[in-house]
């Protein structure tokens, strides 16, 4: 038997183990400890430490206040389908956009942060639809077309149909551009070379009763003349035939800068 322990000691001083002998008689069992396992155990080991939790990513911000851009004209269209908001677009990320992405983040229980993150756009994309040219553009902003050949010389009031501007041009030289309207299908605005031939500062019309003040008259009853409807309503409406300027501050200037007999040039 003293032999046997005296193995089992040789064999514990090998592997790093202490041997024991119990109390009671030397036929005892003999009991061997094993270390607790250490950072440093092999694989397998157990580690008495938690595993750490995963940390959540927040959403990327896609845009936020202060950016400007088509992105921008874009998610103030889609806000204004759903109601959110009511002005522009305007391409600019203002505090009416931002209080209008936060009111449309709680109103889904979303964090209202008024930035529009991954989260928030998608959330919109499935709500309404892809805005058109004339959405995101509702209230003018939109690039001018290039000028007519037929603008190019003279005093001209250069009106694009594709992007509905007014250039207003001095022997090819363009001095101011603002966003237009023009007729309904029903009503449409004539095309093709013209001249102003009468000017009326604070003109009502005699056929619908309605205002066209700084009116220029080119065509018959068509003019060039302030509506306070495109200034309300944007492209949403449309006029009697009549070339609508929504800026009243620029047809007012520009009503003292043109002259009858100015030439007029309406084209696609």
Sequence with gaps: MRRVIAALVAVAAVGGCTVQAAEGDGDSPVRVELPKSSPSSPAGAEDDKPSPKPTKTPPKVLLAPGDT?????????????????????????????????????????????GETDTVTWQRLLRMTHEPGKWELYLMGGQPAAAPDARCMTGRVLCISKSSRTLRWMVDGRTVTTVPVRFGSEYTPTREGVFSVYWKSRHHVSTLYDSPMPYAMFFSGGQAVHYSSDFAARGYAG??????????????AELFDEVRSGDKVVVYW
């Design 69 to 113: 851009g088509r992105d921008v004209r874009e998610l103030q269209a889609r806000l204004r389908q759903v109601a959110w908001i009511f002005e522009g677009p305007t391409g600019t990320y203002d505090g009416t956009t931002e209080e209008a992405v936060k009111g449309f983040q709680g109103k889904r229980g979303l964090p209202k942060t």
């Design 238 to 251: 449309a006029s009697h035939g009549c070339v609508n300027v929504r800026d009243e501050a620029a047809i």
